[in-house]
């Protein structure tokens, strides 16, 4: 949803744009805001590129500090070398070592969801938008309460036949 409407507004400053410019250069206006948009995604997939690269340097840490402990408690009980105590002090490593991988791996995925979330949002919105004749209605309800969300989109568009749905075309 907060897509259509960045989409709608950035629409409406390039005609602002091209009023003003009196429609001397429109090429040159739309090349200028492609370039901007195309720098825009280089910085956005930099970005993500960055936070997998931490991600993957968390989790690699923690895989390889709970390798490290279990080999080291393979080595020492083959030679009976460990007491129950460092036997239990090293159980203590790996448990924690574990639990921040499952939190790192927990976070990424709620993260992961609520991207998912918002792009089919997004594309129903847009959808909804766009399959609707001028002067249709579009219409969004919202409830919630502490557990659960509940979004409905509703247009007067075009919808599809039962046809189409039971192929499998939403």
Do not use: C
């Amino acid at each position: 949803m907060l897509g259509h409407y960045l989409k709608i507004i950035s629409f409406y400053l390039i005609y602002l744009s091209l009023v003003r410019e009196g429609i001397r250069n429109p090429v040159q206006l739309f090349y200028s805001e492609l370039q901007k948009t195309a720098r825009d995604l280089r910085e956005s997939n930099n970005t993500k590129n960055r936070i997998f690269s931490i991600i993957a340097h968390d989790l690699k840490n923690s895989f390889n500090s709970t390798i490290g402990i279990t080999n080291l408690m393979l080595s020492n009980s083959q030679r009976h070398d460990m007491s129950s105590q460092e036997n239990l002090e090293l159980i203590a490593m790996i448990n924690s070592s574990a639990k921040s991988t499952y939190e790192l791996l927990e976070n990424l995925l709620v993260t992961v969801d609520s991207n998912m979330i918002y792009t089919v949002l997004r594309n129903l919105l847009d959808n909804a938008i766009k399959y609707t004749w001028r002067g249709g209605t579009v219409t969004i309800r919202i409830t919630a309460n502490r557990s659960l969300a509940r979004i409905e989109i509703e247009d007067s568009g075009i919808g599809m036949s039962s046809e189409e749905i039971k192929q499998g075309h939403l």
